[in-house]
Nanobody
């Protein structure tokens, strides 16, 4: 079992930056692929980014490519999402996710979810 706790959400102006963190419990974190998803009001949850257990494969949604960066620190059991040049359409609840596989592709379904952290971008 893996427990995920996100932090770092908040209110930011359009064009600004924000960094999210996700702390994971459990000794298996380093062998899991990790990802970030988001859900805006009235919309379905959507994939944002994912990376493999050692960071050698990274995927981004087209909507965030070039603006967001996913990374991980296995020594700290933490995965990060750095968000730059934020837009109003990035406003959503952001969820950290863990996969019980070392490598995943964007269509794969996560096995564990965090509770989410709200990101609001004002225009």
């Amino acid at each position: 079992q893996v427990q995920l706790v996100e932090s770092g959400g908040g209110l930011v102006q359009a064009g600004g930056s924000l960094g999210l963190s996700c702390a994971a419990s459990g000794r298996t974190f380093s062998s899991y692929a990790m990802g970030w998803f988001r859900q805006a009001p009235g919309k379905e949850r959507e994939f944002v980014a994912a990376l493999s257990w050692n960071g050698d494969r990274i995927y981004y949604a087209d909507s965030v490519k070039g603006r967001f960066t996913i990374s991980r620190d296995n020594a700290k059991n933490t995965v990060y999402l750095q968000m730059n040049t934020l837009k109003s359409e990035d406003t959503a609840a952001y969820y950290c996710a863990a996969y019980r596989f070392r490598w995943v592709v964007p269509g794969d379904r996560p096995d564990y979810w965090g509770q989410g952290t709200q990101v609001t971008v004002s225009s």
